[in-house]
């Protein structure tokens, strides 16, 4: 991957721009610097290696050089968008799912951030904002996508088990120039449904652990238990505790385990 053949590659959709890294710390950093002294809607910055990814919460995402797809996009919301910002999460893991799908993968979403394959995290999303006074100007959301084999963290770095395309996928993946084509042009078609019922229903669909017993972690403790009922229409999940009320779980710091 290099600059070259991620132009060639993204030639049919309209970028905003792009920055591309052999090596970066970040590239949510470089995204939120570059937002915020004017980076047209729908820039890019993609990386062959970060030596500083961050997850939630200054949490680490590993992305050893040439392993994995690691990208921030930068959105400029208009008026249509602006009403449905909680949904931005839920419309990037629907358009990483599109891309995994297409692959014959069965892909999941844990609520709130991640994208599993067979119950091990293949890709996490980290959407960060830069505001103008209560307004916010643009988003950038960062997407980690484990590709090749070498991109999986070792076993005792993680919280919860990972894996990659290549360890799942029976023949060679993809290329990743491939891969992000794929996943921007579904992001396109679901940005211009992100206040479709649509979207929360598919959303919905490809939760994972659905109908499952679950446990939500905050501050390392159990929070809540219930079973894993659904969504809200911002994105809200919704359980349905012992005596099947409803329980809403608001986006915030907290990760979803099935339970023990
Ligand atoms: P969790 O449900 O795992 O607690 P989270 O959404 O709170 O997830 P994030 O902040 O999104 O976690 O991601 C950071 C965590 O993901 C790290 O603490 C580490 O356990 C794990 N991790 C880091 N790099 C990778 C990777 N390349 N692939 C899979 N998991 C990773």
Sequence with gaps: MNEPSLKKALSKINIGGLRYFDSIGSTNDEALAWAASGAKDFSLVIANEQTRGRGRLHRTWHTPKGSALAVSLILRPDEIIKPHLSRTVGMSALAITDSLLSMGLNAKIKWPNDVLLNEKKVAGILVESVWSGSDVDSLVIGMGINVYKTSVPPDGSLRFPATSIENELDKEPPTREEILREILSAFIRWREKLASDELIKTWEERLAFRHWQVQII?????????????????????LSDENSNPVIVRFGDVSLRPAA
């Design 218 to 238: 905050s501050n390392d403790e159990v929070s809540q238990t219930g079973v894993l009922d659904g969504l809200e229409a911002d994105g809200s999940l919704r």
